[in-house]
T-cell receptor, first 117, second 111 residues
């Protein structure tokens, strides 16, 4: 089945540094990838929709200059948390849809836990 | 408005019992999906039911959809300790590219 690889699975960084998270579709082409943020015991909050070759569409309230998303190929999307602060600490999850799949079924990465000190 | 609100928020049952979770949504949909999330991991797709379907089965899973009430239920039969996880419904609103996830039900199966 479809597999999405996300890494790093966890990262600890100092306040003010930038962190990049990668999301790769391993065995399918993903024209669209989604980035979510999840707080403990809560649901997923969609941050942005990333379409290959075009600018990401950000959800209301999500700072696009803070969370840079790049989707340069059909198999790779990256999320960069710029100048990270402790309030950015969270669990970030990506997902992707297979461009040849008729239904909007998402394949998720395993998530990346970011801790900003 | 909030799409995909599950209830109960948390459910704890004994192994072997059946677990039922419910999901309500507000707008017209193309389909409704259920996903499972183990603690600290990504989500895994369980089952999709289209708006013109009323019931669907997959192994120990049974999903129903009532578009008139804008609600769905997920039934897990003969539960196992390994079923312990959070379960989310997600709706695919017509014309929208993205899925909207509900708040989830945290299911605990006690051995």
């Amino acid at each position: 089945g479809a597999v999405v690889s996300q890494h790093p699975s966890w990262v600890i960084c100092k306040s003010g540094t930038s962190v990049k998270i990668e999301c790769r579709s391993l065995d399918f082409q993903a024209t669209t990838m989604f980035w979510y943020r999840q707080f403990p015991k809560q649901s997923l909050m969609l941050m942005a929709t990333s379409n290959e070759g075009s600018k990401a569409t950000y959800e209301q309230g999500v700072e696009k200059d803070k969370f840079l998303i790049n989707h340069a190929s059909l198999t790779l999307s990256t999320l960069t948390v710029t100048s990270a602060h402790p309030e950015d600490s969270s669990f970030y999850i990506c997902s992707a849809t297979d461009r040849f799949s008729g239904a909007n079924v998402l394949t998720f990465g395993a998530g990346s836990r970011l801790t900003v000190l | 408005s909030q799409q995909g609100e599950e209830d109960p928020q948390a459910l704890s049952i004994q192994e072997g019992e059946n677990a039922t979770m419910n999901c309500s949504y507000k707008t017209s949909i193309n389909n409704l999906q259920w996903y499972r999330q183990n603690s600290g991991r990504g989500l895994v797709h369980l089952i999709l039911i289209r708006s013109n379907e009323r019931e669907k089965h997959s192994g120990r899973l049974r999903v129903t959809l009532d578009t008139s009430k804008k609600s769905s239920s997920l039934l897990i039969t003969a539960s196992r300790a390994a079923d312990t996880a959070s379960y989310f419904c997600a709706t695919d609103a017509r014309g929208a590219q993205k899925l909207v996830f509900g708040q989830g039900t945290r299911l605990t199966i006690n051995p």
